[in-house]
Each structure stands twice: as structure tokens, then as C-alpha cells.
């Protein structure tokens, strides 16, 4: 069965498949069919990045008492009334009170107690003093201690349950644990965590023309890169790369392969979903029970893209282009929104940023083109150069920008200087972008 031919593009329907989606269609329809999975439990310890699949409570106190954010002197104001350096008051320490420790007894008038970072404050008193505020003088017992500065109003304390208390909502369901919030669970004594689990990704390529990177090539074949580049972008959002290998292009090699990945929570193919002559992966497809929802999205690079879901297992299933820059697009824009939804993520989409466009960009309407653009920060604003080749093909043009800039589907033109939203691939680009401002 011929399904469609990319240039016709009609918005069409054949039987319960669409074809020819403008790019938020086809995430509609994918998100839709999108579950979120399960949850399990996990070490917090190596929770970070996962999304928790509980609210997460207090049960404790913390502080659990008034304590001293300084290392100094407990005191009662009412003391030390317009001390200053000029006329510094003079009182006994009268005991300490060690980080871990517990005060001995209630702080009297006219008594000072010597107190460390941490350490619970003793009834009486009112403020602590810092130790750079003072002199600590010899005498008996615990000696003197000279104050020369009058302190605020409960100065240097930190209030029992500042932080939270019995009780309090700290971390909402569905909330994605960063280094805080780990903290935070360590801190209410929590060691486990339940989170969302992480998708299985069954990675397959397609061609005769395909070898593996680690075979001699001839001048006929093309080395497969896809399945490094599509393993990279499901491990860099914590799922679970399986590699399926190369299948052959016939029905029945790349059958076998497809129900090896039957088990996967997610199928991800590339090449093989064009109209080529042979092209079968959408046949096979419909073979091992996937009802296909759509084929076809309005984009480049990126138009021969098939979704659809295994009606037995639930597997969903996306045969993505074979284009390296199509087939690392595409995932982009539908797998990865995708996967992060079955991760429990409410963030699906990469962040959008906008920039000025350093030169005009034309094509004809009727698709969305995604360009690869290089980002500079000049006078506090960020300019987007295209990389050097647009080519679907030319993968080092996205070694060599960080972004998707948006050149939507029925514009013509994008003049340069002209105010366009980037997609930001590269997030780690930020980390040292920051200097440019
Ligand atoms: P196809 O979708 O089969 O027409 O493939 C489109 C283009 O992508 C062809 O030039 C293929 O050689 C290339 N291609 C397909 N699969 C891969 C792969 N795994 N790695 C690198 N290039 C590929
Ligand atoms: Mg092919």
C-alpha cells in the first residue's frame, strides 16, 4: 500500500491514519497516546534528575530547636543595652554549649554562655553574640567575655522549624528532584523515594546501505551513526537505550529485529518510512499489530516521519528519517517530549529563548523549517547565525550550533535582524554562555 507522497502533503486521512500533520498536531496526537509510567522506589541517593511519584511530607522538625547560627556568646539583650566598642559590658560565661550538645541550665541575668554553630540556645537567653564581636578575657571557671556591640533582637538565631515543620507539604507529586530537593528528602529522614520509572527505548536502523562504525566501509555504504546519536538523546534524559542493530531491507530482516523490540516500552526506527521502493518499515509495522495514527509532518528537515502504538504491548512506535539531521530533529521534536511524559515530567519541551537572526533565511511555505543556529551573547542580547549547511545529511551542523531556530510554516522570509524563537539543544552551552553578559 502506497501511503502518501511527501510532496502532495495534504492534510488527508487514510482510514484511521492521518497524514501530512502540521508539527503541533503530531504532538497532540502523540502526547495523547503518551502514558506516564509507573513508579518504583529508588535510593534518594540516586534520585537526582527522576521525578518523584509521591508528595513528600514533613515529619520533622527543623531546626528542631532555637539555635545559634554563629560561633559566640548566648545573652539576654537587656544586658548589654548601649554596649559598643567604646563602652564594652563585661560578663562571666557561665557554662558551653557544644554543636550536639544540650545547655546544662536556663541562662541567668548578667551571665553569658559560650555557644557553636548549630548548637541548641539555652532557655534565657535572647540573642547570640558573635565571636568577632568579643574578647574573651581569663578568670575563673569559664572565664569573662568583653561584648562590644549591642545585639538586634534574637541576633544569630536561627528559630526552631525556620525551615519546616511536622507536617508541612514540602515536595509536590510529579516534581523533578534537583540537588535541593534531595537535601530536603535527606533532611526529613527520607533514604527512599518513590519516583516514575524510566522508558525502555528500542533503537533500530535500517538500509543495505548501513554498516557499523567499527567495520571497514566501501565507497557504497554509509557508516550507521544513528543509533549513537539516538542512544546519547535517551540517555541524556534518563531512559534506557536498547540497540536492536541493522536491519537489512527486506520485510522479514527487519520484522525479526522490530519483534525483538516488542518488550521495549518505546520503538524507535530510523530510515526506511519514506516512499522509497524499499522502504517496508511501515508495512512490517502494520504486520506486527502497530496501528499506525499518523505519517507524514509538515517540517524540515523531518517529513517521513511514522507514529503509531502496538496494540498488544502498548510499545510505542516512531520510525523517524534516516537523515542523521533529520533523524536527531525529529527525535527532538516528538521522542523526547514523549519520553519525558512517561517520565512523569511536566517541562515535555526543550526551553525557547528569542534571538536576533544574524542573516535572512528564505524558503516556501507550507512546512516548518527547523534551522541549526549558532548562539552568541553580544550587548546583552542573543544573536543566531545558521551553521554553515542546512543539509539533512550534514550532522556536524549540529556540532556546530546549539539551537533550533523557528522559521514557521507559512512564512517566506525571516529578515536578518529579525526577533526569532530558538529552541536551546544545548543546555550545557549556558553553563559557559554566562560570561557574554
Ligand atoms: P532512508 O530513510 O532509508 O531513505 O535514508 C535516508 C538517508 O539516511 C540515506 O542517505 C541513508 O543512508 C541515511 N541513513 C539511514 N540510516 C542511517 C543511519 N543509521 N546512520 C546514518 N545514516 C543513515
Ligand atoms: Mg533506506
Redesign the pocket.
Known amino acids: 500500500m502506497r501511503l502518501g507522497d511527501p510532496e502532495r502533503a495534504a492534510h488527508g486521512t487514510v482510514g484511521e491514519m492521518r497524514e501530512g500533520l502540521t508539527v503541533a498536531e503530531a504532538q497532540e496526537l502523540i502526547l495523547e497516546a503518551t502514558p506516564t509510567l509507573g513508579a518504583e522506589t529508588i535510593a534518594a541517593f540516586e534520585a537526582a534528575d527522576r521525578v518523584s511519584a509521591e508528595a513528600i511530607g514533613s515529619t520533622r522538625r527543623h531546626p528542631p530547636a532555637d539555635c545559634s547560627a554563629m560561633d559566640g556568646y548566648a545573652v539576654r539583650r537587656s544586658d548589654l543595652s548601649g554596649a559598643s566598642r567604646s563602652s564594652p559590658v563585661t560578663l562571666p560565661v557561665v557554662f558551653e554549649v557544644p554543636a550536639g550538645g544540650q545547655a546544662t541550665r536556663t541562662l541567668a541575668a548578667g551571665e553569658a554562655a559560650r555557644i557553636f554553630t548549630g548548637a541548641p540556645l539555652p532557655p534565657g537567653a535572647d540573642a547570640v553574640v558573635r565571636q568577632e564581636d568579643t574578647t574573651a578575657l581569663a578568670g575563673r571557671g569559664g572565664g569573662q567575655v568583653r561584648i562590644e556591640v549591642e545585639p538586634e533582637r534574637r541576633a544569630h538565631i536561627r528559630d526552631a522549624g525556620e525551615d519546616f515543620e511536622i507536617g508541612d507539604r514540602l515536595i509536590e507529586a510529579g516534581t523533578r528532584l534537583g540537588a535541593a530537593h534531595l537535601g530536603v528528602l535527606a533532611s526529613v529522614g527520607r533514604t527512599i523515594v518513590s519516583v516514575h520509572q524510566r522508558p525502555s527505548v528500542a533503537i533500530l ?3 543495505d ?2 554498516v557499523e562504525p567499527d567495520r571497514p566501509a566501501d565507497a557504497g555504504q ?6 549513537y546519536t539516538l542512544a546519547a538523546q535517551c540517555r541524556e534524559i534518563g531512559a534506557r537505550p536498547v540497540y536492536l542493530g541493522i536491519a537489512a531491507d527486506r520485510p522479514e530482516a527487519i520484522e525479526a529485529r522490530l519483534r525483538a523490540g516488542l518488550r521495549a516500552d518505546v520503538i524507535v526506527s ?5 516512499v ?1 521502493d524499499h ?1 517496508h518499515v511501515r508495512e512490517v509495522l502494520e504486520k506486527v499489530g502497530c496501528k499506525l495514527r499518523f505519517w507524514g509532518v509538515l517540517m524540515k528537515p523531518g517529513y ?1 516521519l511514522a507514529f503509531g502504538v502496538i496494540d498488544a504491548t502498548g510499545t510505542l512506535v516512531f520510525g523517524l ?4 539531521v533529520s533523524t536527531a530533529v525529529t527525535f527532538e521534536e516528538f521522542v523526547r517530549p514523549a519520553l519525558r511524559k512517561m517520565m512523569g515530567h511536566r517541562a515535555l519541551h526543550r526551553p525557547v529563548i528569542q534571538a536576533t537572526l544574524s542573516e535572512a533565511l528564505r524558503k516556501k511555505p507550507g512546512r516548518l523549517h527547523l534551522v541549526r543556529v549558532a548562539l552568541a551573547a553580544r550587548d546583552g542580547r542573543w544573536v543566531a547565525t545558521p551553521t554553515h549547511n542546512q543539509s539533512s ?1 550534514v550532522l556536524t551542523s549540529m556540532i556546530r550550533g546549539q539551537g533550533l531556530a523557528v522559521f514557521p510554516l507559512e512564512a517566506e522570509v525571516l529578515e536578518a535582524g529579525a526577533r526569532v524563537a530558538i529552541q536551546i539543544l544545548d543546555t550545557g552551552f549556558f553553563d559557559q554562555a554566562q560570561r557574554g553578559f
Open positions: 536502523s535500517g538500509g546501505e548501513l554509509i557508516v550507521s551513526s544513528n543509533s530510523s530510515a526506511g518510512v519514506s522509497g522502504d517521513p528519517p534516516g537523515n542523521p545529511g
